[in-house]
């Protein structure tokens, strides 16, 4: 005969009896849950095609020149003024002068004239067709839309190819100019001017310059 409180002990009494605790054995597996919303699935990338994925970028090709927005309707860039702006381009040669090159570049494009179009519009939608080699590479590498004033681009331009080393140079030459021998009155003017329109921020007043000029005179002279 088999009695309640018997029945009882025999189960307490079997560690390993199927009928354990059910909940005991619950409590061990919710340790670490499973939960499908802590897993990230990328689902843009699943629904791209093969010919998607292989395609090229198109960001990054921004410019550093940014064009104000120009109101004139059928504004175009005619074809003899990109020509003009290639037939006299800065290489960055030794004897090519920044200074120069941007008297050059404002002479042309001051004779453009185009209804409602800013002429510094125009100047910076022209200004890289007149670089050629390193100083093309210069821009292009420039932060994009970093440039948005003709004068942002030619100070950039000037402080780039013009720097601080070369005006203390050209000061000098200025300062210890000298006439050479058997050269004239008139050639001596004239190098000493070359000399000051190769360095327009000597920083010289007029008195200085003239003063400079005299003492560099032969005594014939």
């Given at each position: 005969?088999?009695?309640r ?9 079997s560690p390993n ?13 919710s ?17 791209r ?19 104000p ?14 020509n ?32 409602d ?8 939608m022209?200004?890289p ?10 821009l292009?590498?420039?932060?994009p ?6 004068e942002d ?8 190819f ?42 010289f007043t007029?008195?200085?310059?003239l ?11």
């Amino acid at each position: 005969m088999r009695t309640r409180s018997s029945s009882n002990l025999v189960g307490e009494s079997s560690p390993n009896s199927t009928t354990s605790n059910p909940r005991r054995r619950n409590c061990r597996r919710s340790k670490q849950p499973f939960s499908l919303e802590e897993v990230p699935v990328n689902t843009m990338a699943d629904q791209r095609t093969m010919a998607k994925l292989l395609r090229a970028p198109t960001e990054g090709y921004a410019k550093a020149i940014v064009v104000p927005l120009i109101l004139a309707e059928h504004f175009e860039l005619k074809h003899c003024l990109i020509n003009m702006m290639t037939s006299d381009q800065f290489f960055r040669l030794e004897k090519d002068n920044p200074h120069d090159h941007i008297r050059w570049f404002n002479k042309i494009t001051s004779t453009i004239k185009y209804k409602d179009v800013p002429n510094s519009a125009i100047k910076l939608m022209l200004f890289p067709f007149s670089l050629a080699g390193a100083t093309r590479r210069w821009l292009e590498k420039e932060p994009p839309r970093s440039i948005l004033t003709w004068e942002d681009l030619v100070s950039k331009f000037i402080n780039e190819f013009f720097p601080p080393s070369r005006t203390t140079n050209l000061r000098n030459k200025i300062s210890n100019f000298e006439q050479h021998f058997g050269e004239s009155f008139h050639e001596a003017w004239d190098s000493y001017k070359d000399l000051l329109r190769a360095c327009p921020r000597h920083g010289f007043t007029e008195l200085h310059q003239l003063d400079t000029f005299y003492n560099a005179l032969n005594p014939t002279d």
